[in-house]
């Protein structure tokens, strides 16, 4: 059974970071891109960042591009967003997923990942 297990969310202010940590159980992390999404209330889930299996090519939605950062560490099952000056508008539930297929590049759309944690919050206050 494939679990990803969230955490690291909470509340902060404009300008301030978080850092959000997702572990893989159930299938061999190190051989799977990841990527991170967030949804909004009563926005659709979109793209925020993803990681090859080996972390050695990463892509972003411009929304964060230059303030977020995605790394992992495959001795830890594990997958990082490092988040930087943050806004109000990065305001929603974070979900980490891993990715459908073997060694590929991570995919910008849901459709690409086959396995979602439960996701955490972040709320960014003005």
């Known amino acids: 059974q494939v679990q990803l297990v969230e955490s690291g969310g909470g509340l902060v202010q404009t300008g301030g970071s978080l850092r959000l940590s997702c572990v893989v159980s159930?299938?061999?992390?190190?051989?799977?891109?990841m990527g991170w999404f967030r949804q909004a209330p009563g926005e659709e889930r979109e793209f925020v960042a993803g990681?090859?299996?080996?972390?050695?090519?990463?892509n972003y939605a411009v929304s964060v591009k230059g303030r977020f950062t995605i790394s992992r560490d495959n001795a830890k099952n594990t997958v990082y967003l490092q988040m930087s000056r943050l806004n109000p508008e990065d305001t929603a539930v974070y979900y980490c997923?891993?990715?459908?297929?073997?060694?590929?590049?991570?995919?910008?759309?849901?459709?690409?990942?086959?396995?979602w944690g439960q996701g955490t919050q972040v709320t960014v206050s003005p």
């Open positions: 997923a891993s990715g459908r297929f073997i060694g590929t590049m991570p995919a910008m759309t849901s459709v690409g990942y086959d396995y």
């Open positions: 159930g299938r061999t992390f190190s051989i799977y891109p």
């Open positions: 990681i090859t299996h080996n972390g050695g090519e990463t």
